[in-house]
Every structure is written in C-alpha cells, then in structure tokens.
C-alpha cells in the first residue's frame, strides 16, 4: 500500500489522514466541484455514447472496457478547454490549497493524495458500469424499466440528439431516477468494486463476536461475500432484484454496516456521492439510446482479482439503437 499510494489517504492515519479527510470532505461538498463535475461526466457521457452510436450503425460488437478506456476520462486538462472553467477540478483544488501552506502541501504530498484520488475515482466507477450493463444484459426487464425511468424523469425534446440529451441531465432529473439508483446499487451488493478491504488493530480490543485482537493484528472483511449472505439479505440473495431497494418507488437506504460496498464509519468512501452522480449520468446515456445485449449468451464474465472487482477479458455487446418514440 505505501509503496503505490505513498502518504496518500488511504495508506495513512492519525494527524495525515484528519487533514487530507478534512481537506477532501469540504472540496467534495462545495457547488463549484458539483458543478464542474456534472459538467465533466456529461461530456464524457456524450462522447461514449457518440462510440457506441458508430458501433450500433455499423453493426460491430464492442468491448464496454475498452470502448470507455480509449475514452481517456480523467484527462482533465483537455476538458477543462470544452468547459471553460479553469481550477475547479478536484486536483486544481488541492494545489490552491498547497499554494496556502506550501510547507505541509509540498510536492511530493501532493502527488501521493493525487494519485490516490485517481485511483480511488477512476476503476472504481468505471468497473461498476461494466457489471451493471452486465447484469442489465441478464435482466432485459430491468433494462427496459430503466428506460422508461428515464423518460419520465427527463424534459425531453422531439429534436434531441446525444449531446441535448445529456445537457438535460441536471440534479433535478438526477434525483427523480430511483429505479436506476437501485439497480446500481444492487449491482454495487453483488459485485463491489473494492471487493475485499483490510484493517490493523490500532490497539488489544474484543470484537463484538468475542474474537480477542492484538495491536498490529491484520484483519480482512470480505465485502464480496457479505453482498450474499443469506443471513443479511434473505433468501434471494443471489438474485439480482433492484426492487429490494425500493419503497413505493423511493430509494431505502440500508445500514452502512450491512451495505459494506462504500465502507462505514470514519474512514467510509468519500466520494459516494461523486460515483453515483458520474454513473448515473453514464447509465441514463447509454440506456436511454441504446438496447445492450451479451455477443455470447453462454460465457460468463470471470473477475480478476486486482484493488478493484475488474472484468477479466471485458465485456463483448452487441448494441442497438433504442427506439426511443417507443
Ligand atoms: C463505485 C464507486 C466506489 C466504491 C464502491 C468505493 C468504495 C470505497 C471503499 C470500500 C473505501 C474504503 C477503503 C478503505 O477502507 O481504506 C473507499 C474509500 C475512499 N473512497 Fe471510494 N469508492 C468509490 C468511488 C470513489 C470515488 C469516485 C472517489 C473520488 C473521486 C472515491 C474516494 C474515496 C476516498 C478519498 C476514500 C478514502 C477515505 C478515507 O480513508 O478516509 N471513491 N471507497
């Protein structure tokens, strides 16, 4: 860990990790980085989608993990050109404030946070999208419901093409689309982009199941396996029903404790907000213009086991335009 994210966020604790959670926390609730962000994600939305269109029309199928790398998102500079806005990306954020304490915030300090919000944003978001356009091809039902969500949940125009679509996705629309936010979600339980997380006992202590740890005892916790359990989710817990999730059609949010995909506690994922906006913005483009389905039935994806829940070998689709007067 220290070796790739060096003092970074996550591979510290005590006095670093406060300050760079502090920093982090206020950057990541301010409207300017809300702002710049959404205007980000639609954009990259819309060039996906402009990809995707190509391989529709031409009837080419398309590996979803490669189609989103050469997509290069996170090249921030040259975004940053379309938006016009300048500083308002989270790492011009962190450099303003080493600019206000140089000592603290030296180079080095801040390469090691910058990568580690790289890491952190970048395969986490981009492999669950993998999994759910995954499970969407397993569930056409879920897919189509989505669509119809997303009809209702936007001021659509009978002129729109890709890029109006996506300016309409403001928070409003956003927030209306509970089906999709379950599905994500059902998607994050089943396959949890961090998988497996480890911790260190920072003193002796008595687990709440009588288990004795000693200070410096390394434990893992399974998020994986805890997404199935039985004995948390019920007897269909295999099963990939983003109903589980819903009441009278509004999103129920589930203990953190149970629902481990983004950690609890003081050290629980800061950017959840952040991920769920980008992938909602992503999920509403790609299915409200287009219908995903498997290029072979047959196969199932094999998980690789990195930092990240990744998709061995991709994920191959045939796509085609949705009908979307229907
Ligand atoms: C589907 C998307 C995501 C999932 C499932 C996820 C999951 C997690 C998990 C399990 C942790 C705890 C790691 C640990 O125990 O050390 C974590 C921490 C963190 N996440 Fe996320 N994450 C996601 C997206 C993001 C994004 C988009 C960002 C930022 C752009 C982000 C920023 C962070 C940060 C900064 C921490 C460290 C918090 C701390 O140690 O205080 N995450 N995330």
Redesign the pocket.
């Known amino acids: 860990m220290r070796d790739l994210f060096g003092n970074g966020?996550?591979a510290t604790d005590g006095e670093n990790?406060r300050h760079?959670?502090k920093l982090?926390s206020h950057e990541f609730s301010t409207k300017v980085l809300r702002d710049f962000s959404s205007d980000v994600f639609r954009i990259n939305a819309a060039k996906l989608a402009e990809k995707i269109s190509y391989a529709a029309a031409n009837r080419i199928t398309i590996n979803m993990q490669q189609v989103k790398r050469q997509l290069n998102i996170g090249s921030e500079a040259k975004l940053k050109k379309n938006i016009q806005k300048a500083r308002e990306d989270?790492l011009s954020r962190f450099i303003l404030a080493s600019e206000e304490d140089p000592v603290t915030m030296n180079d080095r300090y801040l390469r090691d946070i910058v990568l580690?919000?790289l890491i952190?944003?970048k395969d986490?978001?981009a492999n669950?999208l993998s999994w759910f356009i995954y499970m969407l091809c397993k569930n056409p039902i879920v897919q189509d419901k989505i669509a119809y969500e997303i009809k209702e949940s936007v001021e659509l125009a009978q002129e729109d093409n890709i890029e109006t679509f996506t300016a309409r996705l403001k928070q409003g629309a956003i927030d209306k689309m509970q089906y999709l936010h379950a599905t994500l979600t059902e998607t994050?339980r089943l396959y949890?982009?961090?998988p497996v997380?480890g911790?260190m006992a920072d003193e002796d202590d008595l687990l709440p199941n009588g288990y004795r740890v000693i200070k410096g005892d390394g434990m893992n916790y399974m998020?994986y396996a805890m997404g199935r359990m039985k004995y948390l989710w019920g007897e269909d817990a295999e099963e990939f029903r983003p109903e589980r999730w819903l009441v009278d059609g509004i999103f129920q949010q589930e203990s953190p404790y149970k629902f481990?995909?983004?950690?609890a506690g003081?050290?629980?994922?800061?950017?959840?907000e952040?991920?769920y906006r980008?992938?909602k913005i992503m999920a509403a483009t790609l299915i409200h213009f287009f219908r995903f389905k498997l290029e072979d039935e047959s196969k199932s994806p094999v998980y690789k086991t990195m930092f990240t829940l990744h998709m061995d070998q991709g994920l191959h689709l045939f796509v085609y335009p949705r009908n979307i007067s229907a």
């Open positions: 966020i996550f990790w760079q959670r982090a989270i580690s919000f952190a944003g986490t978001t669950t994050l949890p982009a961090v997380d911790k998020i481990i995909s983004f950690n003081p050290r629980t994922c800061l950017g959840k952040f991920a980008q992938m």
